[in-house]
């Protein structure tokens, strides 16, 4: 998950034993979803420990996967090597993304956007290195609907973010990619507990288009 330099280390550590629980209580179907409209030259955020690198499709022709977490890193390159499709794992940040303008035909998020420092730097250098009509594809827990589970939300916000390396529960991710200039074209909101004992909680499936020029 991308993050803070500060925040890194034990979170990794921590992560690469509690994400594949998390997989298996449905979030590799979640992700398999996301990507079946993966194509062409992919940049994943926040790669983690390459937990969607075995789902990327036969028209993905190469992702560079961006983690600044070196443990999550280290585990992410060896994940890699098994992979169909070419990756490349690199150190860096969602705010500072290693490529150029354009560059890229696909964007992907999977559960990071809730943790990056500051969202919409992340979310516009997404803007940037997809090329015009490229896709930004995003599966993401946010904030209630209910406004009460939201209130609460926000309350335990500063306590669940020191907790979860980083992690905000109240952030409005499809909203930001909109105020980042990308047009939804599908969202799919469901409720789900990422571990026992944790309540389900809403979580967005969406691809987004960047416009292109004159749009």
Not at 133 to 151: D, F, K, P, T
Not at 158 to 181: E, K
Request: net charge positive.
């Amino acid at each position: 998950m991308a993050k803070g330099r500060a925040a890194c280390g034990v979170f990794g550590a921590t992560y690469t034993r509690v994400g594949p629980v998390m997989d298996r209580r449905g979030a590799t179907a979640h992700r398999r979803e996301l990507l079946g409209a993966a194509f062409g030259r992919v940049v994943e955020i926040g790669a983690g420990y390459g937990a969607t690198f075995p789902l990327y499709p036969g028209q993905v022709t190469g992702v560079i996967a961006v983690e600044p977490d070196e443990t999550l890193r280290t585990s992410a390159k060896q994940a890699a090597k098994l992979a169909r499709v070419p990756i490349e794992v690199v150190d860096g940040f969602a705010s500072a993304l290693p490529l150029g303008d354009g560059s890229v035909d696909v964007a992907v998020s999977s559960l990071v956007l809730c943790s990056v420092p500051d969202q919409s730097a992340a979310l516009a250098e997404l803007h940037r290195v997809l090329r015009p009509g490229g896709l930004l594809l995003m599966y993401e827990h946010v904030r209630s609907r209910h406004l009460a589970l939201a209130i609460l939300e926000d309350l335990l916000a500063p306590v669940w973010s020191g907790l979860a390396g980083g992690c905000h529960p109240n952030r409005d991710t499809v909203a930001g990619a909109r105020a980042a200039g990308f047009q939804i074209q599908h969202q799919r909101r469901f409720g789900f507990s990422i571990l026992a004992g944790i309540p389900a909680v809403s979580h967005v499936i969406v691809a987004a288009r960047k416009l292109p020029i004159g749009e």
